[in-house]
């Protein structure tokens, strides 16, 4: 096989017609699956003391083992804005993804 045609694991989607994604992106979609399924959390994202206790927790909770970087969790707290602006105040109804690694504590 040429060089330049090697299979690339995240050009192409799988039986499911799912994209495959990295370890670290499945970490981070499962603190902000977390975040997000907590209550009024679209409010609560914007206080800052809130923020910063979900900041603290997200720091100290492992995730498939590991414990995620301050950057990485800036990130998720940063992306929330966005999943804000695309959940719909009438019915509720927010995105999510399918499925998520599981979290031992949160």
Do not use: C, F, H
């Amino acid at each position: 096989m040429d060089e330049d045609n090697l299979p690339v694991p995240w050009a192409r989607t799988d039986a499911y017609n799912e994209t495959p994604m990295t370890l670290q992106d499945l970490k981070l979609q499962a603190i902000s699956y977390a975040l997000r399924s907590k209550p009024l959390w679209w409010e609560k994202y914007k206080d800052n003391e809130i923020r910063a206790k979900w900041k603290a927790e997200a720091l100290a909770t492992p995730v498939e083992g590991d414990k995620l970087l301050e950057s990485e969790v800036e990130y998720v707290l940063q992306e929330l804005t966005g999943y804000e602006k695309m959940r719909d105040e009438a019915t509720g109804i927010q995105a999510s993804p399918p499925k998520t690694p599981s979290i031992s504590s949160y």
